[in-house]
């Protein structure tokens, strides 16, 4: 069984050039911007270390729908560094409505449909009242952007 989570990659491509010292600058086509030099093998080894890592936050932003972070301070941006969504599922217009509507396929109230009383508590439609500090006060507030 892996460990592995889903954005994080199995396999990273490395592109490796000799500079006219004789050193190395390591580099990889999804994380555009980022590129480290390398002269001994010690540097080596913790400059591929710091490759993996590099790579699975732009492999994360990728499956976040988002341009890796560096990618900004290039002016050419090769394909595989693009997001590959335009959103996180959860924030698409269509996963809202089908919430609205799970809501209401339970019984769940609104949270527009929450009054806000005057020492802090809410109260429910059917008028059942919940102290500010509580879980259900907390995710009403937050539903509603306050």
């Given at each position: 069984m892996s460990s592995r989570r889903p954005h994080?990659?199995?396999?990273?491509q490395l592109l490796v050039r000799r500079t006219?010292?004789?050193g190395l600058v390591l580099s990889t086509p999804l994380t555009p911007g980022w590129a480290v030099p390398a002269r001994t093998p010690a540097e080596l080894a913790q400059r591929i270390e710091q490759a993996w890592l590099e790579y699975a936050c732009a492999a994360y932003a990728r499956v976040r729908?988002?341009?890796y972070d560096l990618a900004e301070t290039e002016e050419e941006i090769p394909?595989?560094?693009?997001a590959v969504g335009r959103e996180h599922p959860a924030e698409a217009p269509d996963e809202i409505d089908r919430a609205r509507r799970r809501r209401a396929q339970r019984g769940i109230h609104q949270?527009?449909?929450w009054v806000e009383l005057s020492d802090g508590r809410w109260m429910s439609p059917s008028g059942q009242k919940y102290g500010p500090q509580t879980l259900v006060a907390s995710r009403v507030r937050r539903a509603r952007g306050g």
């Open positions: 994080e990659p199995e396999i990273m006219p010292d004789g729908g988002v341009c394909p595989e560094a693009f949270p527009e449909e």
